[in-house]
């Protein structure tokens, strides 16, 4: 399984930003029937973070800190997961990672980052007052 993120950036806040999550591998084995594809951020000086999810069946996850201004979508065709991130806050500024597993339909447990065992390298979001 490989993840690569894409779209990160300066951007002022009020502004949007939208990234990318190529994957590729997680059609490969049944283990991968219904995964879940998410993204994670590390803030300065915290730990890493759930921020969105999806599920290969269409259902999706938020955190509370950003629902109604993110939304995360797939494009099976393409093999993408994008984040659009509107009405970014300077909180909003870290290391954004794209992370990919099997697991099962449980906010609880698709929300930790210590379960997922797939991740990108992560890219920079930088959002200036």
């Known amino acids: 399984v490989q993840l690569v993120e894409s779209g990160g950036g300066p951007v002022q806040a009020g502004g949007s930003l939208r990234l990318s999550c190529q994957h590729s591998?997680?059609?490969?084995?049944?283990?991968?029937?219904?995964?879940?594809i998410g993204w994670f951020r590390r803030l300065p000086g915290k730990e890493r973070e759930g921020v969105a999810v999806?599920?290969?069946?269409?259902?999706?996850y938020y955190a509370p800190a950003v629902k109604g201004r993110f939304i995360i979508s797939s494009d099976d065709a393409k093999n993408t997961v994008d984040l659009q991130m509107n009405d970014l806050k300077p909180e909003d500024s870290g290391v954004y990672y794209c992370?990919?597993?099997?697991?099962?339909?449980?906010?609880?447990?698709?929300?930790?980052?210590?379960?997922?065992?797939?991740w990108g390298r992560g890219i920079q979001v930088s959002v200036s007052s």
């Open positions: 591998g997680l059609d490969s084995d049944d283990y991968f029937d219904d995964y879940v």
């Open positions: 999806i599920r290969r069946s269409g259902t999706t």
């Open positions: 992370a990919a597993d099997g697991l099962e339909d449980n906010f609880n447990i698709v929300m930790v980052p210590a379960n997922y065992n797939y």
